[in-house]
């Protein structure tokens, strides 16, 4: 079955850098589009950043030019580097991906920013 082992959160302060990564097992890896998605209580689970099968990837407005996505296919891993960490970044982080008729989500990991 479908399993993600995430691990990288924590607490930081502002300004500061974690780097989130999820293994993946179960499926085909290299053939996924893969996601990094984070949620805060009492909102809507927010996709943070996203990597095509072709390494092509897609950022939330908010994190552009601070996050960066990355996937390893021989290692069925994908990461998400967090640089110049603000305050708004506190969520739980989930790795995602999706067969077209199922989604799969990890644990999640905590990320807290504050001084």
């Known amino acids: 079955q479908v399993q993600f082992v995430e691990s990288g959160g924590g607490s930081v302060q502002p300004g500061g850098s974690l780097r989130l990564a999820c293994a993946a097992s179960?499926?085909?890896?290299?053939?996924?589009?893969m996601g990094w998605y984070r949620q805060t209580p009492g909102k809507q689970r927010e996709l943070v950043a996203g990597?095509?099968?072709?390494?092509?990837?897609n950022y939330l407005d908010s994190v552009k030019g601070r996050f960066t996505i990355s996937r390893d296919n021989a290692k069925k891993s994908v990461y998400l580097q967090m640089d110049s960490l603000k305050p708004e970044d506190t969520a739980v982080y989930f790795c995602?991906?999706?067969?077209?008729?199922?989604?799969?989500w990890g644990q999640g990991t905590q990320v807290t920013v504050s001084s």
């Open positions: 990597i095509t099968i072709t390494g092509s990837t």
């Open positions: 179960g499926f085909t890896f290299r053939f996924y589009d």
């Open positions: 995602h991906t999706s067969s077209g008729f199922y989604e799969y």
